[in-house]
């Protein structure tokens, strides 16, 4: 059996095993199952040919999970911090295998398909996952509102934001090698961690690839709570999509605002109403432009601290600098006092040009502290990052 060093979670070398596949399995009361999965567990392994280790995350066990997994051959990880992410982030600290596989401890996954990940591992893969969806739902397996709604919905979302090409994003099967677990840098700490594993796998450029499965009913009592690990997913997401989050309500905010000031500017002799209406306008271009910075400020700490690439803004950064955002600000906040001071100072009774002016100036000002607060992230003009290989 081949052997390699190994790398943790935190990036650090461990020494050299000979285990080639650990196979992770959180639970959380699944005294019924557990014995049959830990030993078809062994049974994948053997059916591989392959060098491994069953681990069993004890994520708070109340029955005797744990004693039975011990003595179906098992080594057993305690995790007191509940959750199905902690249970894995500690299940693949522990891990000593060149490969780690991740499976669900209630018997729905077949750890007969451990031959075909670790086929695809060795043939080049770095993060396989499990399909669902193109294998076998049988019946009783899956809620009918998860197959037919809540998966797919979600899966479409992070193909179209970051990865592409997963039919089954929260497959509960799923396995990478050791070595890209430190540039993944996984952090979640529910269910979502699913979720964050696609996603990063994704930005990091991983190769990925899938392998049809079966799906079976469970043994014993879910433990989903299906609204709130929904929500947990969605939000995982948003926080890891700034353009979606921030940039594109940002812009259509501030473009309704400014448009619809300007507008109402332009046409004499509304009603009094019409004021009202140009300080709501006002208020959604400050909130707009608010958001489309918060965009640039995300996407520039995702880049310059967590390793992520976006070319549009590498590419911009060789040609603004801190002066030229402060000069722009500047422009825009004199054209603002400009029309403020045409408007105000000149006896113009109807005050709506006038609101236009203090929204250019208090745009003006949130730009000068965004240049500011980009220049403190390391974008002055001597602080450009240098070329490197992203995702490594």
């Given at each position: 059996m081949s052997s390699s060093e190994a790398t943790g979670t935190t990036g650090e070398a461990a020494p050299q095993s000979p285990i080639e596949v650990s196979v992770i399995l959180p639970c959380l009361d699944e005294e019924a199952a557990i014995?049959?999965?830990?030993?078809?567990?062994w049974?994948?392994?053997?059916?591989?040919d392959v060098t491994g280790e069953v681990l069993v995350v004890d994520n708070g066990c109340a029955d005797r999970s744990a004693e039975l997994a011990r003595a179906a051959g098992a080594s057993v990880i305690d995790e007191p911090r509940r959750g199905y992410g902690s249970a894995c982030l500690a299940g693949l600290t522990a891990a000593r295998g060149r490969y780690a596989l991740i499976a669900d401890a209630d018997g729905t996954y077949p750890l007969d398909a451990i031959p075909l990940f670790v086929e695809k591992l060795r043939d080049g893969a770095e993060f396989v996952i499990g399909s669902r969806f193109k294998g076998t739902i049988h019946r009783g397996a899956m809620p009918w509102a998860n197959r037919y709604l809540g998966n797919p919905?979600?899966?479409?979302?992070?193909?179209?934001?970051?990865?592409?090409g997963v039919s089954d994003v929260h497959c509960g099967l799923r396995a990478c090698r050791r070595e890209v677990l430190p540039a993944l840098n996984l952090s979640a700490t529910g269910m979502e961690l699913a979720t964050e594993m696609v996603i990063k796998a994704g930005k990091r450029g991983l190769k990925v690839e899938e392998i049809p499965i079966d799906y079976h009913p469970r043994i014993g009592e879910s433990k989903l709570a299906r609204v709130g690990d929904a929500w947990r997913h969605v939000r995982l997401m948003l926080v890891h999509s700034p353009t979606f989050l921030f940039s594109i309500p940002g812009g259509l905010t501030t473009l309704t605002g400014l448009v619809g000031l300007m507008v109402l500017a332009c046409l004499p002799g509304l009603p009094e109403p019409w004021t009202g209406v140009s300080v709501a306008f006002a208020m959604l271009a400050v909130v707009g432009v608010g958001l489309l910075q918060l965009g640039v400020l995300a996407r520039t700490y995702a880049?310059?601290?967590?390793?992520?690439?976006?070319?549009?803004?590498?590419?911009?950064?060789?040609?603004?600098?801190?002066?030229?955002?402060?000069?722009?600000?500047?422009?825009?906040?004199?054209?603002?006092?400009?029309?403020?001071?045409?408007?105000?100072?000149?006896?113009?009774?109807?005050?709506?040009?006038?609101?236009?002016?203090?929204?250019?100036?208090?745009?003006?000002?949130?730009?000068?502290?965004?240049?500011?607060?980009?220049?403190?992230?390391?974008?002055?003009?001597h602080a450009i990052l240098p070329p490197r290989k992203r995702g490594a």
């Open positions: 014995e049959q999965v830990v030993r078809a567990a049974a994948g392994l053997a059916a591989a919905i979600l899966t479409t979302i992070v193909n179209l934001l970051f990865v592409g880049v310059v601290y967590l390793g992520e690439t976006d070319v549009l803004l590498e590419r911009g950064w060789r040609h603004i600098r801190l002066e030229h955002g402060l000069a722009a600000s500047t422009i825009v906040g004199l054209i603002g006092f400009v029309i403020t001071a045409t408007s105000f100072f000149d006896r113009v009774e109807d005050p709506r040009l006038g609101i236009l002016g203090l929204c250019l100036m208090t745009i003006s000002s949130q730009g000068v502290f965004a240049a500011f607060f980009l220049s403190i992230l390391g974008l002055s003009e």
